[in-house]
């Protein structure tokens, strides 16, 4: 099929995500969600431990219906086997397609295909991935943030028609390479080139740890040129590109991380994306990442905490159940706290995004602290579960591996502090 023909069909599938909420929420017509924080009627006087500051009021019908739809389908589709990716090392590739299905990829996004949710719909939308496992939120944050936005934001009428409705059905899969070995967490030192060769562009480089890398069909990919940093447009199977898969990682295990090699890559004149020079194109795709962590991480730390308060009250140890201890509670209820202010923040953050009054440096507050709430939530309760907390048969040290690769990617905890303390004092502390 010509691309002009698949784009069209592609477009004819634009529903909207309410749409597909509601029909697969009634696809679920007897089941209730186990989940305590689904639907709780918030009753004044006794919070609910998993709730406790009432914060799901301060959601929309809309905005919960698609919180329980996500939930549900993380429920279904990835808590049962991510243990077991988790352990073998993989992520599933047939989840783009059901995930492009519900409408998760490129989700906050307008046209081509895609669901145009608002930023909190979005936000907790990556909560409820994370909640199942980070690596499944990086497959969609990796694919709608970081691979589709900078098309929408920067591409061409073409590049857009040729490949956001794909991607909104998961029918392609799209990686983001900036970070190169020797180029962390200062990108604009990259290496990686683009020059012209009479009408065409030839890539050279490599960039290092790059999230959907070995199962992508397109990248995203960050050169620099004589016009400054420029971003190509990169079809997997263009000669000279290749990809290798890093392994013994023992973090993001169910999350396929991977080297790209640019060897003389040639590209057509429009392979380039026309609307950005210079870092701000990619750092406006990381600020888009970014939001989606904010929220994405309270839902790890949510599935530890839960975890470890059901684990207290079940587990007796001096013939007591070792939640009556007191130096259990106090590990619970810092969770706890941990979890609500963070949600808080991610809330605050979410609204001012969709009122379009929200900072980047305000963004770097949320991932800041936010990461750093969900790894101190996940590594006490860790400690909670004892020695049963170091296996798989529960979640907790796996989001607890998780979360140190997100404690590093879409900017480190130290690059966040140094966006916040030039941002209070004026003073750029980076170099
Ligand atoms: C699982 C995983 C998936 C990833 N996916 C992607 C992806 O899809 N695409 C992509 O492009 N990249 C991706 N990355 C790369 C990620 O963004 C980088 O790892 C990150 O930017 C940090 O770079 P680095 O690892 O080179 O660390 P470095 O930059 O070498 O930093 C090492 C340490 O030095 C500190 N440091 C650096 N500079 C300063 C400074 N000025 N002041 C104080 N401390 C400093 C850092 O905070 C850190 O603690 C991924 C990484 C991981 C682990």
Redesign the pocket.
């Known amino acids: 099929m010509a691309i002009g023909a698949r784009t069209t069909a592609n477009m004819e599938r634009r529903y909207l995500l309410r749409d597909r909420v509601r029909s697969l929420r009634d696809s679920y017509p007897s089941r209730t969600c186990e989940n305590h924080l689904v639907s709780e009627p918030i009753k004044p006087g006794t919070p609910d431990p998993r709730d406790f500051l009432g914060i799901d009021a301060l959601l929309d019908g809309e905005e919960r219906l698609l919180r329980d739809t996500v939930r549900q389908f993380v429920a279904d589709r990835v808590l049962p086997d991510v243990a077991d990716w988790f352990e073998a090392g993989v992520f599933p590739k047939e989840m783009a397609r059901e995930m492009g299905a519900l409408g998760l990829l490129g989700m906050h996004l307008e046209g081509y295909g895609c669901a145009g949710t608002s930023s909190v719909q979005y936000g907790l939308a990556c909560l409820e991935l994370e909640a199942g496992d980070s690596g499944a939120r ?1 497959f969609a944050s ?1 694919q709608g943030s ?1 691979a589709m936005y900078p098309i929408w934001a920067f591409g061409s009428e073409e590049q857009k028609q040729e490949w956001l409705p794909r991607m909104a059905a998961g029918d392609l899969i799209g ?13 604009s030192s990259m290496r990686t080139t683009a020059r012209r060769d009479g009408g065409d562009w030839v890539l050279n480089g490599s ?7 070995g199962i992508a069909d397109v990248a995203v990919v ?1 050169a620099q040129t004589d016009e400054g940093v420029r971003g190509f447009v990169v079809p997997t199977e263009t000669p000279g590109f290749a990809t290798n898969d ?1 392994h013994q ?1 023992l ?2 295990r169910a ?1 396929v ?1 991977s080297e790209l090699v640019l060897s003389d890559v040639r590209l057509p004149g429009d392979a380039v994306l026309p609307n950005v020079v210079g870092m701000k194109g ?1 750092l406006s795709c ?1 600020n888009e990442a970014r939001f989606g962590i904010l929220f994405g991480v309270i839902g790890a730390a949510r599935a530890c905490y839960e975890s470890a308060l059901d684990y207290s009250k079940e587990r007796t140890q001096f013939d007591k159940p070792i939640a009556s201890f007191q130096l259990t509670q106090r590990k619970l209820v810092d969770m706890m706290v941990g979890i609500n202010r963070g949600m808080l923040v991610a809330l605050h953050l979410g609204r001012k995004k969709d009122a379009g009054t929200l900072d980047a440096a305000q963004i770097s507050f949320g991932k800041l602290d936010n990461v750093r709430m969900a790894l101190d939530v996940a590594r006490s309760a860790r400690s909670v579960l004892g020695a049963n907390g170091i296996t798989l048969e529960y979640p907790v040290i796996r989001h607890m591996n998780n979360l ?3 404690f ?8 966040h ?2 966006i916040l303390g030039q941002a209070i004092t004026g003073e750029s ?3």
């Open positions: 990086s990796v970081l990686c983001f390479g900036l970070t190169e070995a020797d180029s962390g967490s200062d990108p960039k290092m740890w790059i999230t959907n890398g960050w890093i990682k973090s993001l999350s991380t990619p990381l140190e690769s997100v590093t990617y879409e900017g480190t905890n130290e690059i502090t140094l502390a980076f170099s």
